[in-house]
């Protein structure tokens, strides 16, 4: 059996600046093989894409397990279609999908577990009370590579989309990969198609890198997002294309007192480098379910085509928390039908319990260098009244709309060199809309922090 080399997380240091993109991301990875590493064949898995192999793929976890600490395993999954239903993984741990090789997650909802509701979202998402398990977890975890030579995971999401438009799911869709509460984290090189829900989320983790993955699924998956940064921070995601039905990438943080309370935010976020595609939803969303806070978050290099909106923040009456100190930039936008969008009006309750008076801000967000063609509306900004967004600043944006207007209520804010012309609420000084704790953001630094792989 071939010894794949992978990619250890090096513990590097890295500057997020808003205007030095080379420091934006860096990387400095070592090229190690784990000290020990068995072939999934070895615990009787079968890849023909018929044969159930999660009591397999339990196994050999359980085994490398007894090697994080003597410098870690790898698992190592040859060229075949390994059909499974939910399993964990352990840490100091590299699962390698050959080249050819393709996870296929079991359409039978018996084979997933079922699990409670993460705490940051109180009664659960799509459905009150617990949930499936996402075909690959990790709880706790501490240095783990997900990676390949290019392998896939197929969530064959079908039957679950059904489900959720038909109104019969028991439980809340699974994810294909989350980790939750865990640290170090590498995904890269590999292909996801067909989620049944989320494809990768890591929620309450630190320290996670995501790289050239290509995210696919078909036009009319339901509420399908590609990655879901949520209640993490030091989060780089880079040079990979997602192609979606919903979000392709979400950042988040909690639904309304549930958020609130658990109080963990997303910060300290880089994403680069991506090609994204949303028909029904935004290729950048920041929200709605942003209760426990979004900031530090710098955001280049995009390209978004054929999608329902290009950038969105979304919150609502409720949520409380905030989203501040965003640096968006170098966005090219093709065929969108809102180039940008800043929503106060935006998401459901998981239930009554929530605060009205719990009011989110949103502020200190600098849009610069966006260039779109086949655009419908530019933008639109709705505030909330008794909590208006400020401090919005877009800088050089040139899109060719079919709409001259701008729509514009609740919010305040600095343009320039924007065309079509925005509204009159988005003309206001520079020195008075455009500063963040006292430093200007305004064509300077934004989102700088200094976080460690």
């Not at 709880?139 to 390949?148: A, F, P, S, Y």
């Not at 983790?205 to 509420?223: A, G, N, W």
């Not at 979004?294 to 409720?318: C, N, P």
């Not at 719990?358 to 600098?366: D, E, F, G, K, T």
Request: net charge negative.
């Amino acid at each position: 059996m071939p010894v794949a080399l992978v990619l250890l997380l090096a513990f590097t240091s890295l500057l997020i600046r808003g205007e030095s993109n080379n420091d934006l991301c860096k990387e400095n990875f070592k090229l190690d093989p784990r000290p020990h590493s068995v072939s999934i064949l070895e615990f009787g898995a079968v890849g023909d894409g018929k044969t159930l192999n999660t009591l397999a793929f339990q196994n050999a976890i359980f085994y490398l397990k007894s090697f994080a600490d003597k410098g870690g395993a790898q698992l190592y999954v040859p060229p075949g279609k390994w059909l499974t239903g939910s399993f964990n993984l352990t840490s100091h741990l590299t699962l390698f999908l050959e080249k050819g090789a393709t996870i296929l997650a079991s359409p039978d909802p018996s084979h997933w577990d079922i699990v409670s509701p993460l705490p940051s979202y109180g009664r659960g998402v799509e459905l009150p009370g617990k949930r499936y398990r996402s075909l690959i977890n990790g709880d706790n975890l501490l240095d783990v590579v997900i990676t390949g030579d290019n392998g896939t995971f197929d969530g064959q999401g079908a039957a679950w989309w059904e489900w959720l438009e038909t109104g019969t799911l028991n439980y809340s869709r699974p994810h294909i990969i989350e980790f939750v509460s865990s640290k170090h984290i590498l995904i890269s090189n590999l292909t996801f198609l067909n989620a049944p829900s989320i494809n990768i989320h890591p929620v309450y983790c630190s320290q996670v890198h995501i790289r050239k993955v290509l995210i696919e699924t078909s036009v009319d998956s339901p509420y399908v997002l590609g990655i879901v940064p949520d209640s993490s921070d030091n989060v780089c995601i880079e040079d990979s294309t997602i192609n979606v039905g919903h979000d392709a990438i979400s950042l988040k943080s909690g639904w309304d007192q549930y958020g609130i309370n658990y109080g963990r935010p997303t910060t300290a976020v880089h994403i680069r480098n991506l090609s994204l595609k949303s028909p029904t939803g935004a290729g950048i969303s920041l929200g709605s379910e942003m209760s426990g806070g979004i900031s530090d978050v710098a955001i280049e290099l995009l390209s978004i085509h054929s999608s329902h909106v290009g950038v969105a923040f979304r919150t609502t009456r409720g949520r409380g928390g905030y989203i501040r100190n965003i640096t968006i930039s170098d966005v090219v936008l093709a065929g969108v039908d809102t180039a940008i969008v800043a929503d106060g009006h935006t998401g459901s309750h998981p239930d009554d319990k929530f605060d009205r008076d719990a009011l989110p801000v949103v502020s200190y967000i600098v849009l610069r260098n966006f260039t779109g063609e086949d655009i419908g509306l530019a933008g639109n900004f709705s505030g909330i009244g008794e909590s208006p967004f400020t401090s919005i600043c877009l800088t050089d944006i040139h899109l060719q709309t079919h709409s001259e207007s701008w729509v514009c209520s609740n919010v305040s804010g600095f343009s320039d060199d924007v065309s079509p012309e925005p509204c009159s609420e988005l003309m206001s000084s520079p020195s008075s809309s455009c500063s963040a704790g006292g430093s200007s953001i305004y064509g300077g630094d934004t989102a700088t922090q200094l976080y460690s792989w």
